[in-house]
């Protein structure tokens, strides 16, 4: 695709495009079921519904964040099953209600398995209302398919990567609000603060109030601070919101940086790592 995006008004001209697949990615960290249930009161025509926690996550454990990576061949099978294959001509659409946040978040993990036709929904749901978009009530019956993963490990690391990146100088990036990130406030995670070193670059500064995705330019400026050839490792929380601000990256014209999956929970549930709470 020329852009990760996509506007409402394409998805409505390109609705009955066979080759297309949408997925609806609403979901609330504090009421975990509110996205199902608004999926099945109304949605986007065609749209399947994929889960931050069943879908889109593996199960929580002692270490990992509090959403590890889903294992490879688990979501394979379940993109397969709502009809992506790896044939390239298929195309994903995500959408979701929270800032682009969990159609961020499919949008790398499908690139990540090297499916490269994805986008998000710029706007997301309120988008598609805005221009008369209607919802529906029912699932649709999509064909299953076979998605053959090739994923690009070296898009991620773990805290044993972060680490021996830290030593070499890399540049961290932290996508959470200034207020966690300074340590002054931690509403999610055991602890507060930032991983040593790190900068901050707000998740939500991508996007305007509205939820609209801010234009390449803007993306640009940014990330204009650091170096044109820079690899930042980037994380959040948990490893979802991060994924905002890797797409931030990609508007910006940039080579693809590194997720740290485990991200902020994973770390600070580590007592041999040194936990800095305030900006250095």
Request: proline fraction near 7%.
């Amino acid at each position: 695709m020329s852009s990760p995006l996509v506007s409402a008004e394409w998805l409505q001209a390109n609705l009955d495009d066979p080759t297309l697949r949408i997925i609806d990615c609403r979901f609330n960290l504090m009421r975990p079921q509110q996205g199902r249930e608004q999926y099945q009161q109304g949605h986007v025509p065609g749209a399947v519904y994929l889960d931050l926690d069943a879908d889109l996550s593996a199960p929580k454990g002692d270490r990992g964040g509090r959403h590890p990576l889903p294992a490879i061949e688990a979501l394979a099978a379940r993109l397969g099953a709502i009809g992506i294959g790896s044939d390239p001509a298929t195309l994903v659409v995500a959408y979701d209600d929270s800032f682009s946040a969990f159609a961020s978040r499919l949008w790398w993990l499908l690139r990540y398995l090297g499916h490269e036709q994805v986008a998000v929904l710029d706007g997301g749901l309120a988008a598609w209302q805005a221009i008369g978009g209607k919802l529906v009530t029912e699932t649709p019956t999509i064909a299953p398919a076979i998605f053959r993963p090739r994923p690009q490990s070296a898009w991620v690391v773990d805290s044993a990567g972060v680490k021996v990146a830290q030593a070499s100088g890399h540049i961290l990036i932290d996508s959470r609000e200034g207020e966690r990130y300074r340590g002054e406030r931690e509403p999610i995670d055991p602890v507060a603060g930032h991983i040593p070193g790190a900068q901050l670059a707000v998740w939500k500064e991508a996007l305007d109030d509205r939820g609209y995705w801010r234009s390449p330019s803007e993306q640009q400026q940014r990330w204009q601070h650091l170096p044109t050839d820079a690899n930042p490792i980037i994380y959040c929380g948990s490893g979802v919101t991060a994924c905002v601000n890797l797409l931030s990256w990609e508007l910006a014209g940039r080579s693809p940086a590194q997720l740290y999956a485990g991200s902020w929970s994973d770390w600070c549930s580590d007592p041999e790592n040194a936990i800095a709470t305030g900006a250095e």
